[in-house]
């Protein structure tokens, strides 16, 4: 076992610590985050220092994910530590349930008792939260976060950068573009284009300053 370096020390950078932990693959775990960098320890892990120093600790840390809840800039350190030729790691709880037919890509986190099945691909950087589901042959781009309770039916395709909100449930075969914001509790029942954030049931475009219509 070896250590694992987590940038990003926040409230999402303590559950990925946790999750690793359950895991047992890491002998040592610590943070780089530049707001606690002199903080000296988050709960029970070290914080070493800034994002920007996470090569200097390769040696004792030679595996690393980034933890930051912005889809974005997850994706952008991610490629960035990748340039600096570290060694991204998979993250995935003891309970959640990967069919080995499915494919993560690095530096995705899967938490407990979520459910990729069969067949599903995703993209570098996802976060698929606690109880989420992604049924068979769903294609999720990259920096995709499905977060708690989120239900994603066989062949849904999701476009980078998109949030899929709380207990949100999408039907099979949909396509949700990139950059999009499905809103928590949403069901969504047709395609979404890039950009949009979709609220409600069914899941309709959001007009902002019309937070009250009906």
């Keep these: 076992m070896s250590g694992l370096l987590i940038a990003g020390a926040?409230?999402?950078g303590r559950?990925?610590?946790?999750?690793?932990?359950?895991?047992?693959?890491w002998s040592q775990i610590a943070f780089v985050d530049d707001a606690l960098a002199g903080r000296g320890q988050i709960d029970d892990w070290p914080v070493l220092g800034g994002l920007a120093d996470a090569a200097r600790y390769r040696d004792d840390y030679?595996?690393?994910l980034v933890a930051i809840g912005d889809n974005r800039a997850r994706l952008d350190w991610l490629r960035r530590y990748a340039a600096e030729q570290l060694s991204i790691a998979t993250l995935v709880h003891?309970?959640?349930?990967?069919?080995?037919?499915?494919?993560?890509?690095a530096g995705t986190v899967v938490f407990p008792n979520a459910v990729i099945n069969?067949?599903?691909r995703l993209g570098g950087g996802c976060i698929v939260n606690t109880a989420a589901v992604i049924e068979h042959d769903c294609?999720?781009?990259?920096?995709?976060?499905?977060?708690?309770?989120?239900?994603?039916?066989?062949?849904v395709v999701v476009g980078d950068y998109s949030?899929?909100?709380?207990?949100?449930?999408?039907?099979?075969?949909?396509?949700i573009g990139a950059v999009v914001v499905v809103g928590a509790g949403a069901a969504v029942v047709s395609n979404i284009i890039d950009g949009q954030t979709v609220v409600g049931v069914p899941a309709r475009p959001l007009v902002r300053g019309n937070l009250g219509a009906n």
Excluded at 94 to 105: D, N
Excluded at 163 to 174: D, Y
């Design 10 to 12: 926040g409230g999402h």
């Design 15 to 25: 559950v990925v610590a946790d999750v690793a932990e359950a895991t047992g693959n």
């Design 62 to 64: 030679p595996e690393i």
């Design 94 to 105: 003891p309970s959640a349930v990967v069919s080995p037919r499915a494919t993560l890509g």
């Design 118 to 120: 069969i067949g599903a």
């Design 139 to 155: 294609q999720i781009g990259a920096a995709v976060h499905v977060s708690p309770g989120a239900s994603l039916a066989g062949q």
């Design 163 to 175: 949030w899929i909100g709380a207990g949100a449930a999408v039907r099979q075969q949909t396509l």
